[in-house]
């Protein structure tokens, strides 16, 4: 199998800044698009930003030129760089990646981490 597991979120005032980083790990062949997702309360799930293995990135449009998203193929992680945090960047963090695994080849397979919270404080 595969586990993502993220790290970096924690409490932040206005204007500060938090990394994410989101390890994968276990039965992989290879990585295609990885990516974040964030959840606030009341609302629903909504990408942040994503990067293919060739380093493509597409952002949500309420955070280009403050969010970095970046990965590490030979770590098989990637990351998000989140400056002049808001108050409504608050929200859990999800990871993804979509996984071709050494057991499934032909086979691509969509894999979350457990989420990370974020908490911006105005």
């Known amino acids: 199998q595969v586990q993502l597991v993220e790290s970096g979120g924690g409490l932040v005032q206005a204007g500060g800044s938090l990394r994410l980083s989101c390890a994968a790990s276990g039965n992989i062949f290879s990585i295609n698009l990885m990516g974040w997702y964030r959840q606030a309360p009341g609302k629903q799930r909504e990408l942040v930003a994503r990067?293919?293995?060739?380093?493509?990135?597409n952002y949500v449009d309420s955070v280009p030129g403050r969010f970095t998203i970046s990965r590490d193929n030979a770590k098989n992680t990637v990351y998000l760089q989140m400056n002049s945090l808001k108050p409504e960047d608050t929200a859990v963090y999800y990871c993804?990646?979509?996984?071709?695994?050494?057991?499934?080849?032909?086979?691509?397979?969509?894999?979350w981490g457990q989420g990370t919270q974020v908490t911006v404080s105005s």
């Open positions: 993804l990646a979509d996984v071709t695994r050494s057991d499934a080849l032909g086979t691509m397979y969509r894999y």
């Open positions: 990067i293919t293995s060739d380093g493509r990135t």
